[in-house]
Each structure stands twice: as C-alpha cells, then as structure tokens.
C-alpha cells in the first residue's frame, strides 16, 4: 500500500507523519516542488523585522528529520505534472527527468499561491509577493541592502522621511488584510516610511467595523500612512518601481509589496478532473476525499465547512490545514476520521494592537444562510479598575434575532490586553450553537490583574440579550 502526498507542507507533512505513526511499514511518498517542507510561513512577517533572525528557526522539521527519523520518502525539488485517477499514478519531474509512482492513496496538498491584481507594472524590479520561503527571503535582502546604504545612521524608530534627506526609504504595501497590516509593522520596525493602499473603505475587511477602526486609528498613530478606497492604477517606474499609483496619488517608494491576498493552487486537479466547489477551491466530503476516488485534498488548495452556516468555504490558514492533514493521515491508515468544520477563527498583530475574529459577522453572509442577524458593540475594561496599566477590549458580537444563536464576534485590545484569547470563548459559543443568554452565563475567569469580575464577552452578550 502507497501513500503518496503533493505538497510537503503544513497538510502534506501532518498526513505524511500521522500515517507513519498509525502504520510503521506503509510505503509514503512526499513529492514537494521547492527544497523547503513543514515551515511556518505566518511568520515570515516577524522574520522580515528582524524579531526571527533565521530563515531555519521558521521550520518545524527538516528534510532530513523527516527521510531519517520518521522513514518518510520525502522528493524535494520535484514538480507534479501529472494526476491519472484512472491509473492512479502521480508523475513528477525534478532536474533528472520524470518519475511516474502509483498510489493506493493520494493527497493533494498544493497550497494557495499569491494574488498578483491587473495592475500595470507587477513585473517592475521591487514589487514583491509574500507567499513562500524564497519571498521572505528576498524581502529581508532588501530590507539589509536598504538599511546598509541609508546615508544617516538609523534611529531607534520613526519613518523614514523624518531623518533622511530626501524622502528614499519609502514602501508601498498594496492590501489591507493580515499581510498587509503585519508588513506595515515589519517595515516601519526597520525605518521605512510606510504607505498602506486598501481598495475598500477599511482595513481588515473580515473583521467588524469597529475592529477595522481601531487598528486603523493606531496604524495612523504609527505614522503609516494609510489610503482608504484607493485602488491601484500601476507601478510607475523604469526598470524598478519608482512610484504607486492611484486615481488620486502618485507616491513615490523604492519597493512595492502585494499583498492582495491568496488563491487555492488548483491547475493538477482541475487536469485531474477532480471537482472545484462553489469557492473555487477543491471539494471534499468530510474526510477530506474528493470526487476522485481514494485522493483526498486538504489545506490552502481545498475548500472546508463552515461552522455556522453549513456551507463550503474557503478558510487557508495554518491550524486547519494541519488538522485535516492529521484526520487524513488517520483515514488513509484504516480510522476513517473527519477532518471537522471550521469557524473561521483568525487574529492579527498591529503594532501594539490585537485582534481577532470568529464566525459570521458580515450581515449580508448571515441572511444568506437563513439567520437574521443583529449586532452590538460594547468597550469595557481589560482589567479591574483600580489595576495599574489597565486597557480596553472592543466586543462586536453578531447573534440570530430569533434563535439567539451566537453567529460570530470580532475583538481588539492593546497588545497583551487579552483580545486574542477572549476570543476562544466565543469560539466555542459558535461550534457549539450556543445562544446569547447561555454565553452570558459562561463562568469565566476573574482577577484583578487579567480581566474585570464581567468578562468584556460577558458584557457584549448582555448588552446584546438585550436586543433580542
């Protein structure tokens, strides 16, 4: 029996490895296209500002680590060219030629890749993507580069124009969503004069509107410069970008970065004959397997359920793509396991604010899925009172006129302020299927130094109890 895995990161190498535990003497095949497996690409913003100092620390566990300690045939540097269902064969390519394996079980774990928009110019030296390794790689040379040949000796922080002569050193970041706001951090961190572009009326778009403010409001405070319902005409420039520009805006940076968001990696499927779903990534039953027989597909290349509403949706982020990896692994072993649903549950670190969003916020999504939504935001304190140094939480918490079913919730604190994890509440509230006034009775934890004796999550679902 083969197993045979596409895709060498956080899906592949979670299936790879739980189907070595569950059967020591199965035959696994990893093809993976580049040299790098099992890292941690939500970090490469934190590797870019200088807080991570290795490409390597990003890795959870080597080529090596996986070839000698787990018994895993792991290919770097081959690229699938080929699915056959009918005769069930992989065919992957790397600098010797072909090589053609057959599978019992296949997993098509291909990831997403970035979303580079029609803008004139992409193709310019200095516009950037941040959707691998080899980009983050990239954009830490030229931080390094920018950072040796500034003719002033860098301050400890500010932008850029305040101490240089002229206005070098200025970036544009295209896109307001997680990247976007986490670059923002990363560049103006080394010096850079920051210019964020955000085609709609606000950043962070999948959080609520009283989120959206607050990391705009400190973004501003940080002296990023933030263009709201500015949609990107092109970058100007010569062989380098030299400028972006908007309807409105000629802005001159010495680099672009796009981060426009990520679409699922679906071309070997599609080639396959193996089915999309209404979100354009690949569909899967709830084990993860396809139209295909016996090909499961999991990750940033493969749509999942949402929680709430019941249907598909296209989530990538890191924790479902190995939770389903891991569920597969079990499945293709002999434990058929689901891969499970998911709430859409993220966070987001600006500067010195966190946020964090669960479920369905947006209204227009909720009366879709048949609830009739209504929505409150309250602010309350972080800690007791008369607590040093304490802060505020922002709740926005979205629930069903007329079940009471929390549907979702959007929070932001200052950083270490705790709105990331009062958020896991309220997670669990929408898996649950739980109801305003059952949320509000949830005995969470109090001392002075972590929170008020009414959690802020207690005060949003009393304040929206009643509204229902």
């Known amino acids: 029996m083969t197993f045979v895995v596409v895709g060498g990161d956080a899906a592949g190498m979670s299936a790879a490895s739980k189907a070595r535990r569950e059967a020591p003497d199965r035959e696994i095949v990893v093809f993976e296209k580049g040299q790098w497996v099992s890292y941690g690409a939500c970090g490469l913003p934190y590797y870019i500002k200088g807080e991570i100092q290795s490409l390597e620390d990003l890795v959870s566990v080597t080529p090596e680590q996986f070839r000698e300690e787990r018994d895993i045939d792991l290919r770097t540097g081959h690229e699938v060219v080929d699915i056959d269902p009918g005769d069930r064969t992989v065919t992957a390519r790397n600098d010797d030629g072909e090589v053609t394996v057959e599978y019992d079980d296949l997993l098509v774990a291909t ?178 397997e396809t139209s295909a027989p016996d090909v499961y597909a999991a990750g940033d290349c493969a749509e999942v359920e949402h929680v709430v509403t019941g249907d ?79 802060g505020t939480v922002t709740v926005t918490l979205t629930a069903d006129r007329g079940t009471g079913r929390v549907l979702g919730a959007s929070l932001a604190s200052g950083y270490g302020e705790g709105a990331v994890h009062r958020s896991h509440a309220v997670v669990a509230a929408v898996t649950e299927g739980v109801t305003v006034p059952e949320l509000s009775n949830y005995d969470l934890a109090y001392a002075p130094p972590f929170n008020t004796t009414w959690d802020p999550i207690l005060t949003a679902a009393k304040v929206l109890g009643g509204q229902l």
Request: aromatic share 6%; net charge negative; glycine share 12%.
């Open 111 to 288: 990831g997403a890749e970035s979303v580079v928009p029609s803008i004139e110019g992409t193709d310019r030296e200095g516009v950037y993507t941040l959707g691998s390794m080899t980009d983050g790689k990239e954009l830490r040379e030229f931080v390094a580069r920018s950072r040796e040949s500034s003719p002033v000796e860098q301050p400890d922080s500010g932008p850029a124009c305040h101490f240089l002569e002229t206005c070098e050193g200025a970036v544009g970041i295209v896109g307001g969503g997680y990247i976007g706001v986490e670059m923002a951090e990363a560049l103006a961190a080394n010096d850079f004069e920051v210019h964020l572009f955000q085609r709609g009326d606000r950043v962070l778009k999948g959080f609520s509107e009283a989120t959206s403010e607050r990391v705009a409001d400190h973004l501003r405070e940080q002296d990023v410069a933030l263009y709201l319902n500015a949609e990107v005409r092109a970058f100007d420039g010569g062989e380098a970008v030299e400028a972006v520009v908007t309807a409105d805006e000629r802005v001159e940076v010495e680099m672009a970065l796009l981060g426009t968001g990520v679409r699922p990696r679906t071309d070997l499927a599609e080639a396959a004959g193996i089915e999309l779903g209404p979100t354009g990534a690949i569909a899967a039953d709830e084990y993860r």
């Open 312 to 390: 598909p949706d296209y989530v990538p982020l890191a924790l479902t793509a190995n939770r389903h990896g891991r569920a597969i692994g079990q499945t293709v072993t002999g434990d058929p396991t689901e891969g499970g649903a998911v709430a859409g549950t993220a966070a987001v670190k600006a500067f010195d604010v966190e946020a964090a969003r669960t479920g369905v916020l947006d209204h227009e999504e909720a009366r879709a899925a048949g609830f009739d939504p209504v929505t409150e935001t309250i602010e309350a304190k972080s800690r007791a009172g008369y607590y040093p140094e304490d």
